[in-house]
């Protein structure tokens, strides 16, 4: 009998100390830390990984022109009208699948977006012509028609701010996705 009563006050005990755990603060940040924790570890960890290369333009003997890319590193020094290509890979290293994915690189400063070249494997492309504010497939601008109306149309690549790659299905664990993109220097 007495190990029935002491059992059972044992259970008492549980079922008064659970709603008055949750309630103490410093049982409560305890198990809001456990449930962070729990939430981190099934979380994707999504890894960037940022590349540069400038495009080198040969000739051979015979006049032939051959085009190579150099990977950038360090300090390296441009002139205007060179080509420079960025390639961003996109690695989910997580157990989770990562959805939603969105990845948006500005262009560099003295630099113009080289239409067409932006590429990605499965993602929808759209650009930014306002510091990444807005996005579009095909930025639109104003343009006055000799008439004096005023019509929408294209933005030229060169007004370009931001590129973005929204990958609508999730990226699977372990797998990466890579993104490119060129400009050209000012």
């Not at 981190?40 to 051979?60: F, G, N, R, Y």
């Not at 032939?64 to 989910?92: C, F, H, M």
């Not at 004096?148 to 990466?176: F, R």
């Amino acid at each position: 009998m007495k190990r029935r009563l002491s059992m059972g006050l044992g259970i008492l005990a549980v079922a008064i100390a659970v709603p008055f755990a949750s309630s103490t603060p410093v049982l409560a940040n305890l198990q809001e830390a456990g449930e962070a924790l729990v939430q981190q570890i099934l979380q994707p960890q999504v890894k960037l990984a940022l590349s540069a290369e400038k495009q080198v333009i040969t000739t051979d003997a015979e006049g032939n022109k051959a085009t190579a890319w150099e990977a950038i590193e360090g300090d390296v020094t441009v002139q205007p009208g060179d080509v420079l290509r960025y390639t961003l890979n996109s690695e989910n290293a997580g157990d989770k699948p990562a959805s939603n994915l969105v990845v948006t690189q500005p262009i560099p400063q003295k630099t113009a977006f080289r239409a067409d070249s932006a590429k990605a494997n499965g993602a929808e492309l759209t650009y930014s012509i306002d510091a990444g504010q807005t996005f579009s497939a095909q930025p639109l601008i104003e343009e006055t028609q000799p008439d004096g109306s005023v019509k929408m149309v294209p933005a030229p690549a060169e007004m370009y701010t931001h590129v973005q790659w929204d990958y609508s299905n999730s990226l699977q664990p372990m797998t990466t996705v890579r993104a490119t993109y060129e400009v050209a220097v000012k």
